[in-house]
T-cell receptor
Framework: GENVEQHPSTLSVQEGDSAVIKCTYS??????FPWYKQELGKRPQLIID?????GEKKDQRIAVTLNKTAKHFSLHITETQPEDSAVYFC????????????FGTGTRLQVML | GAGVSQSPSNKVTEKGKDVELRCDPI?????LYWYRQRLGQGLEFLIY????????KSGLPSDRFSAERTGESVSTLTIQRTQQEDSAVYLC???????????FGPGTRLTVL
């Protein structure tokens, strides 16, 4: 089955700096890659997603890049703010269907003042 | 409109007892998912319902776990003869379709003593 690895497990950055979280996946048939943000004690919320027919997608301060050949994708947050502090999860859809997402183990991002 | 709701929010039970968790998806969402999130871990797929199709049960960890869904509405996840390793937050999500954003409920925190 699909295996998704996520790094780093924790990340501390100064406010205003950029943060990058990386994930690798094993199933070359995966074609949908969402990123979720989970604040402490709250439910996960989708922040951005990318499909395998594009290599990059951007939404304001957040961007995701996908390298299908290397089977990895990354989340980039620029100009980080304290409210960006949360756990971020990447996910991949094995076998080409988005119905059964395999999640990474999460990255705890802390933005320091 | 209302988001995904789950009940109860917290459940404490004794080892060996059965528990039933409920999920009310967003109205009109044909797809419904159950995940398990152990403390400090990522989300683990359990089961997926799409309309009237047979559910994808491939993520259920044992035959003690089962789930049902009534049409395109309420779903219940049942865990029989609970074990301590079943302690986790159980999250439900729904989406318009398999390639649409999954909206998560607040989760049910299950503690098995």
């Amino acid at each position: 089955g699909e295996n998704v690895e996520q790094h780093p497990s924790t990340l501390s950055v100064q406010e205003g700096d950029s943060a990058v979280i990386k994930c690798t996946y094993s199933d070359s048939a995966s074609n949908y890659f969402p990123w979720y943000k989970q604040e402490l004690g709250k439910r996960p919320q989708l922040i951005i997603d990318i499909r395998s027919n594009v290599g990059e997608k951007k939404d304001q301060r957040i961007a995701v890049t996908l390298n299908k050949t290397a089977k990895h994708f990354s989340l980039h947050i620029t100009e980080t703010q304290p409210e960006d502090s949360a756990v971020y999860f990447c996910a991949a859809s094995p076998g080409g269907t988005a119905s059964k997402l395999t999640f990474g183990t999460g990255t705890r991002l802390q933005v320091m003042l | 409109g209302a988001g995904v709701s789950q009940s109860p929010s917290n459940k404490v039970t004794e080892k060996g007892k059965d528990v039933e968790l409920r999920c009310d998806p967003i109205s009109g969402h044909t797809a419904l998912y159950w995940y398990r999130q152990r403390l400090g871990q990522g989300l683990e797929f359990l089961i997926y319902f799409q309309g009237n199709s047979a559910p994808d049960k491939s993520g259920l960890p044992s035959d003690r776990f089962s789930a049902e869904r009534t049409g395109e509405s309420v779903s219940t996840l049942t865990i029989q003869r609970t074990q301590q390793e079943d302690s986790a937050v159980y999250l439900c999500a729904s989406s318009l379709g398999v390639y649409n954003e999954q909206f998560f409920g607040p989760g049910t925190r299950l503690t098995v003593l």
